[in-house]
């Protein structure tokens, strides 16, 4: 299969970029990431120490210079919209640059939104008011770094109609993707959502190629499909479902594979779905050159600025050292005469003395008394863990009082040690 020479190889795209609408499905209520999500949507779940999900790819979209950028929202949108008010109001309206969030308002009729489709459609008459040349509908829950320019270059030089963003993934998860059959040009054969025996590469049997979620269409074709999906009462309104197949043979649709051609590997892309998912691209931070890397100041991954002091640790003692090794501690942080192995402290997180972490994920605003000890974890926002508490080393124990994941991994969130901060009584 061919490899992709750089982008401004292709064509000039510079007014294209400027004709771009972006629009990001952030809507979907993601339970698979358990207490994570109870209150909040998943593109609002902090990642990465001071980010939150939706971070990654608005500043994909901020980097790759599309400026015209809305976000659908639904369910338990309230602190994603705050976030985005709060932190990414730094585009010029006066030069028709926006990103905006767009609640769910029963435009159409009188259902909420029951597919990736008809999230789109029932903001169509946004699509119609901009009157883009091309519209990238991206999802907002994924981990990774991506210049769209290059999508954009490839799907103008190919003159497709629909150019899909995709990855290869090992053949034994492609059952939780659509996956795609290609040709040599990489235009699409045949497209399988969610397939039971997927499909694997022509030149890989143990790897298939996976969509990402990502969408480049040209605005009339666009258009014109969702009007004729929104007819049929048998359709699930879903891109992979019912958009997708039913085209792939009357018109110009490919696939745009985000590979690394010159190492042989697909480039860093996660969907943190699941507790034990999310803990393990959590870990993958740590690592000494990761592979996604939060300190490239080439591509920044920009967020809402918290105005925290530094991070600070204190008492050297003996067995009262504050001191953090193999870890990430994120700004507004005390650890006092406690230890950190291993570990990710987010935002304004307090670690009192006697107390250790290790191999734990610590999201914003989380106290951690006295003589704690926490192992494998996952500890929500706002969490108060009181002192000589023990989470991790007793599995019964730990499944008794807080939610343990499928790898072991355990999810503590207030409610589950008696604070009701969220529920009104």
Known sequence: MKSFEPFEHYCDIGNDIKNTLALILAGGRGTRLKELTQWRVKPAVPFGGKFRIIDFVLSNLVNSDIRKIGILTQYKSQSLIRHVMRGWELLRSELDEFIECVPAQKRLGEDWYT???????????????YNPKYVLILAGDHIYKMDYRHMLAFHKSSKADLTVGCIDVPLEEARRFGIMSVNEQYRITG?????????PMPDRDDRALASMGIYIFNTSFLVEQLLQDAKNEHSSHDFGKDIIPP?????????????????????????????????EASMELIGVSPELNLYDMDWPIRTSPHHYPSAKFIFNENGRQGKAIDSIVSEGCIVSGAEVQHSLLSTNVRVEEYSSVKNSVILPNVKIGARCRITNAIIDKECVIPEGTVIGEDPEEDRRRFDVSPGGIVLVEPEMLGQKIHQIE
């Open 115 to 129: 597919g990736t489709a008809d999230a789109i459609y029932q903001n169509i008459d946004l699509i119609r008011f």
């Open 191 to 199: 497209f399988q959502e969610k397939p039971d025996q997927p499909v």
């Open 247 to 279: 085209v792939i043979e009357s018109n110009r649709i490919y696939a745009y594979p985000f590979i690394d051609f010159d190492n042989d590997r697909p480039f860093y892309w996660r969907d943190v779905g699941t507790v034990d998912s999310y803990w």
